[in-house]
């Protein structure tokens, strides 16, 4: 069981920077991965970025050198700091959490964010 809540979409022209934040109700170093995908109009949901409880790092190659993610522990929160947007990055922004259960069976569980609108435009 875990609760997301999104914050620091808005508006951007293109070339400039957006901080997105996403808030737990629990200890992020319990949860297996957090990351953050984002869907635009017509597409797909897709993974934008994603980092391990124990810090490992992955991002979609459309986005490889302008966005970072990150996490404070402290905080329960992960952070996705945007560089360089252009307008195709105009998206809505999931904030996601995975959690793997062990007992008999290996389980994955996935949570949500309520999302956030991300638009680039001049």
């Known amino acids: 069981q875990v609760q997301l809540v999104e914050s620091g979409g808005g508006l951007v022209q293109p070339g400039g920077s957006l901080r997105l934040s996403c808030s737990a109700s629990?200890?992020?170093?319990?949860?297996?991965?957090m990351g953050w995908y984002r869907q635009a109009p017509g597409k797909e949901r897709e993974l934008v970025a994603r980092?391990?409880?124990?810090?490992?790092?992955n991002y979609a190659d459309s986005v490889k050198g302008r966005f970072t993610i990150s996490r404070d522990n402290a905080k329960n929160t992960v952070y996705l700091q945007m560089n360089s947007l252009s307008p195709e990055d105009t998206a809505v922004y999931f904030c996601?959490?995975?959690?793997?259960?062990?007992?008999?069976?290996?389980?994955?569980?996935?949570?949500w964010g309520q999302g956030t609108q991300v638009t680039v435009s001049s």
């Open positions: 996601n959490a995975r959690t793997v259960v062990l007992g008999y069976f290996r389980n994955e569980y996935d949570y």
């Open positions: 629990r200890s992020i170093s319990s949860i297996n991965a």
């Open positions: 980092i391990t409880s124990g810090g490992t790092t």
